[in-house]
């Protein structure tokens, strides 16, 4: 993996999207989506082919599977379909992301003796934003570029819902774009075609992709953990992304931690197996900074 490639992210969204619902006042989503809403959507997760994992439409963008929305459990070869009664239930289904959580005892055909021991997540992006008329095949790669896209729109804070996906044009678009970037970076870095990054690399038998998605596993489940130990320090956060990249040789582990009050950034430099913490930064309140300098009238840029 090259130096400048991002490594892994890992994001939980709280409170900033809200939940799906009906779309049928707004003509131009109904014309974007109901010549598939009679459609099943079959798919694959993927780092060899995994299951026993927990697979979902995630209607309020948190990461996080929510009463009510849509999930179904992998087979054997990490087969998963959502049945068109699922997707007629949210009008804008195709304008969320498709999660996998992959629990400590799911099983890799990879190694099927034993299970795989450390939780992670997966995801596909939007499939409305997606050029790829074939089945979805969730894995690290399109994790990648879901969680590298989302990461921006986050530090622009642009919250996503359901509904303002599917009823604003430009937010699509401004998506769109970000997912555009994101691809496009990951197929220099890889030196593939876009269109190979959303593509079954096991099937296929590409021994290069299927190692690098296994690179980006280990540290989504890095990413994963920490995730999980800052939303049990911060439960009121809103936001919480976690990712990971090399910086001049350093690995480096980014937090943003969105709270009511602000946000907190946090860098620290960590050992090259990720599990040990090198230099700790100090913690950067931004919005509440702003506040303090307003408060002693003294001049700042808002941000």
């Not at 769109?176 to 099937?203: H, P, Q």
Request: charged share 25%.
């Amino acid at each position: 993996m090259n130096k400048g490639l991002l490594l892994a992210t890992a994001s939980s969204l709280v409170i900033l999207g809200c939940g799906g619902g009906d779309s049928s006042d707004n003509a131009t989503s109904n014309e974007s989506t109901t010549d598939t809403l009679a459609q099943a959507v079959n798919g694959k997760l993927i780092d060899g082919y995994i299951s026993g994992a927990t697979v979902f439409l995630d209607i309020n963008f948190n990461s996080q599977l929510d009463d009510g929305e849509p999930f179904v459990v992998t087979s054997e070869d990490g087969d998963f379909t959502f049945a068109d009664d699922a997707l007629t239930s949210e009008a804008c289904w195709k304008w969320v992301p498709i999660v996998a959580l992959v629990p400590a005892d799911a099983i890799d055909s990879d190694n099927p003796e034993q299970p795989i021991g450390t939780p992670y997540k997966m995801t596909f992006p939007p499939s409305g934003l997606v050029d790829n008329n074939s089945d979805v095949f969730v894995t690290p790669l399109t994790t990648e570029i879901w969680n590298g896209a989302l990461g921006k729109l986050h530090d622009i804070d642009f919250a996503l819902s359901c509904d303002e996906l599917s009823n604003d044009e430009s937010m699509r678009d401004e998506l769109d774009r970000l997912i555009v970037d994101e691809t496009e970076e990951l197929a220099s870095e890889l030196s593939v075609n876009t269109l190979t990054l959303f593509t079954d690399y096991v099937a296929t038998a590409n021994s290069e992709l299927h190692t690098e998605a296994k690179e980006i596993v280990s540290v989504l489940k890095a990413a994963y953990e920490a995730e999980s130990s800052v939303s049990e320090s911060d439960p009121d956060a809103l936001y919480i992304h976690v990712s990971f990249f090399e910086d001049d040789g350093d690995q480096i582990r980014y937090t943003k931690v969105t709270m009511k009050d602000g946000y907190v950034f946090d860098y620290d430099v960590m050992s090259e197996d990720l599990t040990a913490v090198v230099k700790k930064t100090s913690m950067l309140k931004i919005k509440l900074f702003i506040t303090a300098m307003k408060q002693l009238g003294l001049n700042t840029i808002e941000l």
